[in-house]
């Protein structure tokens, strides 16, 4: 019983019956019914799973025995025995008898162990194997773009951040200090823009997501790139970390065709919008014999190469779009055809940490072997703590202002702080009532939004996400209620991240000029409702 202004009111109560198959002994079913009457049947079985029968070897503790001619190879991850049927006076079946001490015949394949081949087949098997070494493709040259290597391998028995809480309180004030002064130091003639773009090309895309973040940040990207002039036909347009290849479609919905893009990422994604290129059609009243030729776009297998397409009279406007399944570290652009006697525009939306650093390392080793050859970039900055002292790009700009690798990557960590979430304690839960439910519900639907429009399969993506939100969670205390173990308010850690992340960046536009590159510049490029990371670099190459 409840009272509220005299008035008494009573709750309705439910009954919940689960329906349970006799033969089966499996939940089929729950019927759910409330105070008037009203019944809900929900089903919770799967049909394959109703009609499965329970095996007597489901007990873990007694397996079942092999039966006659079966193989005797025990399988723990389904705690039995295999199913296959062994030769006669055999042990084990074909595929497990690398197993049986007296076999002569069958060997683990040299790619993958997980399968076993016949030793007078060995050959032909390795021709076609699936586990194979793929055939490199004609730019791959390996850790041509790494810094130093030795940086790489060096160990130490703390992390970073353990180090930075074994701090004295005045000696962590003075490295806050040391990083504060050298900010101002690189920022004292500079100050970062705020730029927010807009593109036709997205017009739709905003009004389905109804201003979704992406959409409004690609938006942004592609009015930069137009304000440069750099969204022309004959350019060669790299994206790096291009994921499912979504920013590289707006960006031929910008430009047009015919047109060639490069896609460059290290895992395989469902490229979901290559799909898109592909069957991209310009216009149904065309010539029906020329359209399916001209308008159809040229996607490569993992590690092939593109086959060069002379463009005729009926191939005029062929757009061609070639995907490299490798690492940046390994990408040696002066060796990919497609570039050659080109402009290159290079663009990444969110390019995590050092994979920045190896991007611009990648394009300086281009234009040292090719000169004049890029003619912009716009990269969108992100992920900080994950850069890498071995891949950073400038170490003489730390060395100037007195860091060096363990100084550098405690200022990787202290990127955090820029950001992490504040931690909300007991009594702010409890004491949130309905607008706490309506910001939950706020921050519902963005997660709803964003996992709509990024719909990153790839495992280790989701790898960094966990290790970067182990980090920050790592990062705070254990009680909210508590000060920070910096001894700073979160206001002042949040401003401070920001200061190590723009520092950092800043060393990265003093190493594109230094090699000779022009209008280099960070700008803010959304808000930071839109994206946290609203930090781009940009290249104008041609002013």
């Known amino acids: 019983m409840k009272e509220d202004s005299n008035i008494a009111v009573t709750e309705k109560k439910k009954t919940v019956v689960q329906i349970i198959d006799e033969k089966t002994n499996l939940k089929t079913r729950v019927e759910i019914t409330d105070g008037n009457d009203n019944k809900k049947v929900f089903y919770r079985v799967n049909k394959k799973q109703k009609n499965k029968k329970k095996r007597p070897n489901d007990d873990p503790e007694h397996p079942q025995q092999p039966g006659p001619n079966q193989c005797h190879y ?6 039995r025995y295999c199913h296959l049927i062994a030769k006669k006076g055999k042990l084990y079946c074909g595929e497990h008898a690398v197993f049986d001490p007296e076999n002569q015949e069958r060997i683990p394949c040299p790619y993958d162990n ?3 081949v016949v030793k007078k087949d060995l050959e032909k098997h390795l021709e076609r194997c699936n586990s194979r070494p793929k055939p490199k493709d004609e730019c791959f040259v390996e850790n041509c773009n790494i810094r130093d290597m030795a940086a790489l391998e060096k160990t130490r028995e703390k992390t970073p951040r353990e180090e930075l809480k074994e701090m004295s309180k005045e000696d962590f004030d003075k490295f806050v200090e040391r990083i504060l002064n050298a900010y101002n130091d690189a920022f004292k003639d500079y100050e970062i823009p705020t730029e927010i773009l807009d593109h036709e090309a997205l017009n739709e895309r905003k009004i389905e997501t109804h201003g979704g973040k992406h959409a409004v940040q690609q938006a942004s990207i592609l009015g930069h790139l137009a304000k440069i002039n750099s969204l022309k036909k ?10 499912k290849g979504e920013l590289t479609y707006y960006v031929r919905k910008a430009v047009g065709d015919p047109s060639t893009y490069v896609l460059i990422d290290r895992r395989n994604f469902r490229m979901k919008f290559d799909r898109e290129n592909k069957n991209k059609k310009k216009g149904k009243k065309e010539n029906a014999e020329n359209n399916e030729e001209s308008s159809t776009s040229i996607a490569t297998t993992p590690n ?12 005029k406007s062929l757009t061609i779009q070639k995907r490299l399944y490798m690492d940046i570290k390994d990408l040696c652009l002066a ?15 969110h390019l995590c940490g050092c994979a920045t650093d190896l991007t611009l390392k990648c394009l300086v080793n281009y234009t040292d072997t090719v000169p004049n050859s890029v003619k912009s970039i716009f990269i969108a900055l992100c992920c900080h703590q994950i850069c890498n002292y071995g891949m950073y790009c400038n170490p003489d700009y730390l060395t100037h202002y007195g860091f060096n690798q363990e100084d550098f990557e405690k200022i990787c960590v202290l990127t955090t702080w820029a950001t992490c979430g504040k931690r909300v304690s ?21 997660e709803e939004e964003e996992e709509e429009e990024e719909e990153d399969d790839d495992e280790e993506k989701a790898k960094k996400e966990l290790l970067k939100k182990s980090e920050l969670e790592e990062d705070g205390n254990d009680n909210p209620n508590e000060p920070h173990w910096s001894g700073m308010s979160f206001d002042d850690r949040t401003v401070f991240g920001r200061k190590c992340k723009r520092f950092l960046d800043m060393g990265r536009v003093q190493f594109l000029r230094a090699h000779g590159y022009q209008n280099v ?3 803010h490029y959304v808000t930071q409702k839109y994206s ?6 940009i290249v104008n190459n041609m002013e």
């Open 335 to 349: 060796k990919l055809s497609l570039l050659h006697h080109k402009k290159l525009v290079a663009v990444s939306k």
């Open 532 to 537: 946290l990371e609203n930090c781009a670099l």
């Open 234 to 243: 004959e350019d060669v347009y790299v994206e790096f970390g291009a994921g």
């Open 74 to 79: 025990f399988v723990k991850r389904k705690n």
């Open 114 to 116: 997980a399968h076993s």
């Open 426 to 446: 007991k009594s702010e839960k409890t004491g949130g009532g309905e607008n706490e439910k309506e910001s939950k519900a706020d921050d519902d639907d963005d």
């Open 521 to 523: 510049r960070l700008v």
């Open 304 to 315: 092939e190469t593109s086959t060069e397409t002379v463009a005729t009279e009926d191939e």
